[in-house]
């Protein structure tokens, strides 16, 4: 995993917009989040983490197959940021392409990865979720200035005769959800050579009382139905490690699942929402802090702008 170095605390917020450390934690359980330098895109974190994972896992780069990125604030419109990280990470005989599912990137990513790797196209895969939205973030906005934070984590997998890797995934999205969080300059419609229009702006916008009540259910919804489809409980998840957006929504959606707090991981807090970042950063985290070991279960979950949202049911 790696995470912006700079930390942007509630109270330096305190300092830029009409807000306080109290809302913030009891709204969101937000007390700082990581915020990038000018010259750090999203490929910047995307090969940090990438080499850590190959360097984990004991596999050159040279013998990767597929280097999967999943992000939607990539260095450029094009060339993809998977082209840019494996170039700079040496994986020179791989293929390398994109996924935007925005928040709910990284559960797209390790069902695209174990897709290819079980139908044979790809023997093992680098797949990389990373996000960089403060670049986005309006900082007199303080209604969305306060939930973001940069970085990203990396996992690679392999086929392999073992019972581990991605059990059962549910991929979601309900396109009619558009207008609840979108960025629109930049784009092929708004393109960066013109001059902004009228309801146009650079900045990520978000309704987050809509996507506060859809995040809940989606989370509940896709759950449940992964669950379903590998034919286990919810009593045999050892670690959720949800999409980190707002501790309010982690509890909700825990609580209406039947998990207890020890089961739930909670990185939010110092982190800040870091889109696709946030559930490969929390499973490195979870895994170093000695609460993820092989062959426990594992359930993702994630959503966000599109709207998309989905689950993976994981064997460490
Ligand atoms: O990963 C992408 C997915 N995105 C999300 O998961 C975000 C989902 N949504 C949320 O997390 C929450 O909706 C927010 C944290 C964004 C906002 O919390 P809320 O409890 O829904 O607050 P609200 O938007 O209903 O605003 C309540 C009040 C408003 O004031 P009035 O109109 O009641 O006077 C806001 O203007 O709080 C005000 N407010 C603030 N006050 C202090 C909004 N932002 C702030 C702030 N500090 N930073």
Redesign the pocket.
Same mark, same amino acid.
């Not at 917009?17 to 306080?20: A, E, H, K, M, Q």
């Not at 303080?142 to 939930?147: G, N, P």
């Given at each position: 995993m790696s995470v912006a170095e700079r930390v942007l605390n509630n109270a330096d917020?305190e300092k830029m917009?009409?807000?306080?450390d109290e809302?913030?934690v009891s709204?969101?359980g937000i007390s700082e989040r990581r915020i990038s330098e000018s010259d750090q895109g999203a490929s910047y974190f995307g090969q940090r983490a990438a080499c850590q994972a190959l360097e984990r896992a004991g596999v050159r780069a040279a013998d990767v197959d597929a280097v999967i990125v999943t992000s939607v604030t990539g260095d450029q419109i094009f060339p993809s940021t998977s082209c840019l990280i494996q170039s700079a990470i040496g994986a020179s005989n791989s293929a390398a392409f994109d996924v935007g599912a925005?928040?709910a990137g990284f559960i797209y990513g390790l069902e695209v990865a174990t897709s290819m790797i079980k139908c044979g196209t790809f023997d093992n895969a680098l797949v990389v979720g990373v996000d960089v939205l403060t670049k986005f973030v309006d900082w007199t906005d303080? @209604?969305?200035?306060?939930?973001f934070g940069d970085g990203g984590g990396a996992v690679y997998m392999e086929a392999s005769d073992d019972e581990r890797g991605v059990l059962a995934s549910v991929l979601k999205a309900d396109g009619g959800g558009a207008r609840h969080?979108h960025m629109k300059a930049g784009g092929t419609l708004n393109p960066a050579s013109r001059p902004l229009q009228e309801g146009v702006t650079p900045y990520l916008f978000?309704a987050?009382?809509e996507?506060?009540r859809f995040?809940v259910k989606a989370m509940e919804d896709s759950c449940k139905s992964v669950l379903a489809k590998a034919g286990m409980s919810i009593d045999n998840v050892d670690l959720f490690v949800p999409?980190q957006?707002?501790l309010?929504?982690i509890t909700a959606a825990s609580d209406r699942l039947g998990l207890s707090r020890d089961k739930v991981f909670v990185n939010v807090h110092k982190y800040g929402?870091m889109?696709a970042g @946030?559930i490969p950063v929390g499973l490195c985290e979870a895994e170093a802090e000695g609460r993820l070991k092989v062959g426990d279960l594992v359930m993702t979950v994630?959503?966000?702008?599109g709207l998309v949202w989905g689950a993976n049911l994981i064997r460490w």
């Open positions: 917020l917009v009409d807000t306080s809302w913030i709204r969101t925005a928040c303080r @209604s969305t200035c306060i939930l969080i978000m987050g009382q996507v506060y995040a999409h957006a707002n309010r929504i929402n889109s @946030s994630g959503f966000g702008a």
